[in-house]
């Protein structure tokens, strides 16, 4: 059974750094890309950015490029998503998800984690 | 980039149709017949419900579709059910970038 599970919600202080993760099984981890999905607390859905584990080749969307860091670790399968200085605006529920169903030369998610929350506050 | 633009709501009776409205731009749903929905209960995780604009995914009920004129894209729900009742976003891929996308806005449908 393909499952991808998220690390818990996490309280930090504007400044402060965070590295939330996602681990994959039931699946080759190596062979699909993983998504990270930003949705802030009522508001609608963002892009990220995307990893393909199996090189580590990350595409970021253009308003995240420079704010996060998105990696993984192919020996645990697990993908990271990585702040070295949050700040209040980064509050936000996070989803990663494995982009399985591919068409035409574009993939879309077919499975998702549950989400992490994150919430910044002093 | 903006978000593409969709109704904020959309209310049904049970057995109706009804159809979300999602507006881009020339640089975004007009240039490419990417256009993808997604369904989101809430607290949940986001499902994807068509691709490409009309293409359904296994799995998904043959009450969605969609279509695309120009910059905009729609899907509607036909026989409109309690359990439609959720969150749906479009997205469509925006520009030329090798990883470019835009969400919609969002739109909220009430079964009555």
């Not at chain 1, 995240?64 to 860091?69: E, K, L, S």
């Not at chain 2, 057995?15 to 369904?39: F, K, P, R």
Request: glycine share 10%; aromatic share 12%.
């Amino acid at each position: 059974e393909v499952q991808l599970v998220q690390s818990g919600a996490e309280v930090k202080k504007p400044g402060e750094s965070l590295k939330i993760s996602c681990e994959g099984s039931g699946y080759n981890f190596l062979t699909y890309w993983i998504a990270w999905v930003r949705q802030m607390p009522g508001k609608g859905l963002e892009y990220m950015g995307i990893i393909y584990p199996g090189d580590s080749d990350t595409r970021y969307s253009p308003s995240f490029q420079g704010q996060v860091a998105i990696s993984a670790d192919k020996s645990i399968n697990t993908a990271y998503l990585q702040w070295s200085s949050l700040k209040a605006s980064d509050t936000a529920m996070y989803y990663c998800a494995r982009r399985g169903f591919c068409t035409g030369g574009y993939c879309y998610e077919d499975y998702w984690a549950q989400g992490t929350l994150v919430t910044v506050s002093s | 980039q903006s978000a593409l633009t969709q109704p904020a709501s959309v209310s049904g009776s049970p057995g109706e149709s009804i159809t979300i409205s999602c507006t881009g731009a020339s640089s975004d749903v007009g240039s490419y017949n990417l256009v993808s929905w997604y369904q989101q209960h809430p607290g949940k995780a986001p499902k994807l419900m068509l691709y490409e604009v009309s293409k359904r995914p296994s799995g998904v009920s043959n009450r969605f579709s969609g279509f695309k004129t120009g910059n905009t894209a729609s899907l509607t729900i036909s026989g409109l059910q309690a359990e439609d009742e959720a969150d749906y976003y479009c997205c469509s891929k925006a520009g030329s970038s090798t990883f470019s996308y835009v969400f919609g806005t969002g739109t909220k449908v009430s079964v009555l």
